[in-house]
């Protein structure tokens, strides 16, 4: 019902920015809360931030609050996630995600994926 497509990726150096696209198609994204997660290798994946169907709350973890910044623009059924002060510890690859419910940290909340898009930071 829904496909996620991740762009935006790539290597950039600690304190430069990015910005991650998250375009959706099957459906309308205004039904679902998005989230965006990340997994580097050998590790757990985790949650970066989310934003609810209309966009009125959002959700960040702890280490990339004020440097992060999630978004979304219904009407081109598309999430953003604006990255800056990047650091090396934000290398990873980084997944969109669809729930239809609340906007959790959980993943376990969230039934579609895309493929993800890798992020290096450089020092």
């Known amino acids: 019902q829904v496909q996620l497509v991740e762009s935006g990726g790539g290597l950039v150096q600690a304190g430069g920015s990015l910005s991650l696209s998250c375009a959706a198609s099957?459906?309308?994204?205004?039904?679902?809360?998005m989230g965006w997660f990340r997994q580097a290798p050998g590790k757990e994946r985790e949650f970066v931030a989310s934003?609810?169907?209309?966009?009125?709350?959002?959700y960040y973890r702890g280490s990339v609050k004020g440097r992060f910044t999630i978004s979304r623009d219904n009407a081109k059924n598309t999430v953003y996630l604006q990255m800056n002060v990047l650091e090396p510890e934000d290398t990873a690859v980084y997944y969109c995600?669809?729930?239809?419910?609340?906007?959790?940290?959980?993943?376990?909340?969230?039934?579609?994926w895309g493929q993800g898009t890798q992020v290096t930071v450089s020092s």
């Open positions: 995600a669809a729930a239809r419910g609340r906007a959790t940290t959980n993943e376990n909340n969230y039934e579609y």
């Open positions: 099957g459906r309308t994204l205004s039904n679902y809360a």
């Open positions: 934003i609810t169907g209309t966009g009125t709350n959002t």
